[in-house]
């Protein structure tokens, strides 16, 4: 049996003994991975230096260097995650009852585990964390399948989560790491339908591609991040620019950061002037709609074509629109249903974009860097899901299960 094959069926054995694990134990648990975390800091950081040092000799981008670096503050960050996800309710058992029948037939749903998540993902170390705490809490085995960027910081992460798991008598195999990023490894991950359950790849666009194509398993995916800011006629200018700010320059390399700026006309030439300087400031790179050059130094035109593009860097696209419907109909063909922002004051018109806008998050006078598990509270996330299956946005614990029906009866029969 393979390496593959045998790591698949230890996690959908393992899946089966977290069944009869009580919430008060799984949230004890995860109070000790927390401290655990802490406690391995210099572990964690040791290993990611080696990881960072492979990846400036590989030439990686400065996004990706940025996703993959684990500092003390980011490594405190992911123990306080796990110890959100203690804190939050547990939606293993929840029901709902949903009727009586005529017959006396009693029917409800019940909350269950998805059972065996595989995660792929790349240069994201806080995913191992994130994602196999998730998945612990919901009552799903998970076997993470990191990118060769991060492998040594992620197996250092999963090694310290499978030691707690190991010291309550639960199998490591709840939270297994994919030892070697070899392609070939992951093609036969993919086919391993038997074991595993649903694949959730969280990378660039090339990865949630290949993944959709070579799949046996269902797969929800998690494109990329296109999120645009729109200021509306009504705006509050001083708000607008507080959140372009933001969502463009205060983490660049994220999927949540703001990548297009949407304008109307008549507010253009005061925003835009505003917006202009600000950015300068931020050595923010241009590329913008030949009706709004005028206002940016050394700006590119960017034909029709060429919007939509996910930067990942102190870069935005600008366009000035006509009204509502014109910037609705430049999000709908250029965003990737991530998350969209308006900034108005007009509550009819916030409504409208909410209700109109086909996108993940939706946000009124918010920024789009609070598209995100935690600040959503939903503890952590294990990705944004950007396709309409059961899930569709921030995927926290409730979107790591699914329902069951239940029917109760007293010896009914059909006729």
Known sequence: MSIIETLSRDAAQAAKTLAQVDTQTKNTILLDMARSLRAASFEIRSANLID???????????????????????IEAMAQGIENIASLPDPIGEQRDLSTRPNGLNISKMRVPLG???????ARPNVTAD???LCFKSGNAVILRGGKEALNTSKVIASVLQKVLKQYGLPAAL???????DRALLMELMQQRDHIDVIIPRGGEGLINFVTEHSKIPVIQHFKGVCHLYVDKDADLDKALALLLNGKTQRTGVCNALEGLLVHSQIAPQF??????????????INCCTNTQQYFNEAKVLEEADFGQE???????????????????????????HTEVICTENELTAKRFQRTVDASVVMVNASSRFSDGGELGLGAEIGIATTKLHAYGPMGLESLTTEKYLVNGDGQIRA
């Open 52 to 74: 960072l040092a492979s990846a400036e000799q590989a030439g990686l981008s400065a996004a990706m260097i940025d996703r993959l670096t684990l500092d003390g503050d980011r």
């Open 116 to 122: 065996v998540v595989c995660m792929i993902y790349e």
């Open 131 to 133: 994602a196999g705490a």
């Open 175 to 181: 939270i297994a790491v994919v030892p070697d990023p």
């Open 272 to 285: 835009l002037a505003m917006a202009a300087t600000a950015l300068a400031k931020h050595q923010v790179k």
């Open 311 to 337: 930067y990942l860097a102190l870069e935005l696209a600008v366009r000035q629109v006509e009204d509502f419907d014109q910037a609705a109909a430049h999000i709908h063909r250029f965003g990737s249903r």
